[in-house]
């Protein structure tokens, strides 16, 4: 939808797995990229010797014993020299020799600018927990990720270069640290510099705010900072004032776009088992909700509530937090639906018409957008052949 531009890191080569060719082919079909490979692994599980870097033309050995602080780099610009028979054995090194060439067949050169234009996604293989392989990524992202981008809003656009800060919530983490029971909000920082302790404009709630403790992170450290700049990323601590796509800005009224939420496909009716916890469950939905990792339909027959989400493990997460974080118990029950599609018409006869007739299958999500529940795909195409004035939408950003 974005053509965003990936980089794919294929992980656990030091464990037995699929053939490289073979996961590239899975990677290809069933998330939808074109790939092409920047490093190839020598082997694998017990029998992997390390990767050669086909972007940096060097031979990077592995160590099997324990996470190595320093990788074994030797330069082999051609892949008949001698000393790559060497340090892997003649038969690793015919293997890779006769792979390399297959890859040259099989897969286009990497050209940035297809990259960058979210059409070519280059592929690294390593071993994470033995920090192996993860260097030739990241200084490769180095090398080809772009700069901060222009980003739009609904007033105009927002360039990185711009001196007047503007920033977006992106993402919500409700209890990061739970002995203090804390929420991050997460900004990303569109243009000028964003500075501590200084005024800015929540444009959705219409007042100043300042911060205190802004904070980037890295990994499970965190840092308090002073200052940020467009590209940077850093944490809020927030009361509640915060939702995904809010604007902070030094006065100017922006409302970001592109941050919209996805029609889900698996759906449960949640239940209170606990009816002395019904202030900590509404607490805990709203903030668990807010994170954006599923959503929440409250259908207009009975007001039920109704989740949905994209993988059936985020039922799961979601009671298990639930239980954890805020104290309160949930259980669910099937719900008989395929798809939800926020609704919007032109036409105020032909909406009104349409939510007197469907008004069984009618909800409305946690923003008060109107909502169709749709049975199945079948039900879905029946309904908009009957109703061609009003518009189904498979996002809420329309």
Same mark, same amino acid.
């Given at each position: ?18 053939? $490289?060719?073979? &996961?590239? !082919? /899975?990677? %290809?079909?069933?998330?939808? =990229? ?58 690793? $090194?015919?293997? &890779?020799? !006769? /792979?390399? %060439?297959?890859?040259?067949? =099989? ?129 809020l601590y927030d009361s509640g004032n915060f939702k995904i796509g809010d604007a902070l800005t030094g006065g100017e009224v922006l409302h970001f776009k592109g941050i919209p939420s996805f029609s889900p496909e698996q759906f449960r009716f949640v239940n209170n088992a606990d009816p ?123």
């Open positions: 939808m974005r053509n965003t531009h990936i980089i794919v890191f294929i992980n656990k080569l030091d464990r037995e797995g699929k053939d $490289a060719f073979d &996961l590239l !082919d /899975e990677v %290809e079909s069933k998330l939808g =990229l074109s790939v092409t490979p920047l490093s190839w692994p020598i082997g694998m599980g017990s029998r992997f010797k390390g990767v050669y870097s086909i972007y940096e033309k060097n031979l990077i050995l592995f160590q099997s014993h324990g996470k190595q602080e320093e990788e074994e780099i030797i330069s082999i610009t051609d892949l008949n020299d001698e000393r790559l028979d060497k340090e892997v054995g003649k038969d690793m $090194a015919k293997t &890779l020799r !006769d /792979e390399t %060439e297959v890859i040259k067949d =099989l897969y286009p050169e990497f050209d940035q600018e297809y990259y960058l234009a979210g059409e070519l996604s280059p592929v690294f293989f390593g071993s994470a927990v033995n920090n192996f392989g993860v260097r030739e990524l990241l200084d490769c992202f180095v090398e080809i990720a772009p700069e901060p981008l222009p980003r739009e809003t609904e007033e105009r656009p927002v360039n990185p270069t711009e001196d007047q800060f503007s920033g977006f919530i992106f993402k919500i983490h409700a209890n990061m640290d739970p002995n203090h029971r804390d929420r991050i909000a997460f900004l990303r920082i569109c243009s000028g510099k964003f500075e501590r302790n200084t005024n800015y404009l929540h444009v959705r709630q219409n007042k100043k705010m300042k911060f205190a403790n802004p904070t980037s992170f890295m990994a499970a450290k965190k840092t308090v900072i002073d200052e940020a700049f467009p590209g940077d990323v850093i944490g002395l916890k019904t202030k900590q469950l509404a607490k805990g939905l709203d903030q668990l909700m807010d994170e954006g990792v599923a959503q929440m339909f409250t259908r207009d027959t009975d007001g039920r509530r109704i989740i949905g989400t994209v993988g059936a493990l985020q039922f799961e997460v979601i009671q298990y937090r639930l239980e954890h974080e805020y104290g309160a118990k949930v259980t669910y029950e099937p719900a008989s639906l395929r798809k939800a599609c926020w609704i919007s018409s032109p036409d105020d006869v032909a909406l009104k018409e349409f939510t007197a007739r469907r008004k069984k299958d009618l909800a409305h999500d946690t923003e008060g957008k109107l909502v169709f529940m749709a049975e199945s795909e079948w039900s879905l195409k029946m309904v908009q052949e009957n109703h061609p004035k009003v518009q189904f939408h498979f996002t809420s950003e329309f």
